[in-house]
């Protein structure tokens, strides 16, 4: 099992974040008013963290899963 290199503690999975800006649609109609979401989403920031400590260990998938399948 992978380590991560902040804290040292084993892990078996990253925690990701992503922040993104997401367009939703606000409309009014006989049912009253709702937010429908919009197929449009701007990936701004993602984030992998270490569940133990929380320390930031990669910014993409690529890395992350580096991270994850352990030191070669
Ligand atoms: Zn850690």
Known sequence: MPR?????E????LTYI?????????????NGYSMVFEEDRLV??????CPKCRAL???NEDEAIKILEGEK
Do not use: N
């Not at 992503?18 to 006989?30: C, E, H, L, M, S």
């Open 57 to 59: 260990l990669a910014e």
């Open 4 to 8: 991560c290199p902040a804290c040292g």
């Open 18 to 30: 992503q922040q993104a800006t997401v367009w939703f649609k606000g409309q009014y109609d006989k």
């Open 44 to 49: 701004e920031r993602e984030e992998y963290r």
């Open 10 to 13: 084993k892990i078996d999975h």
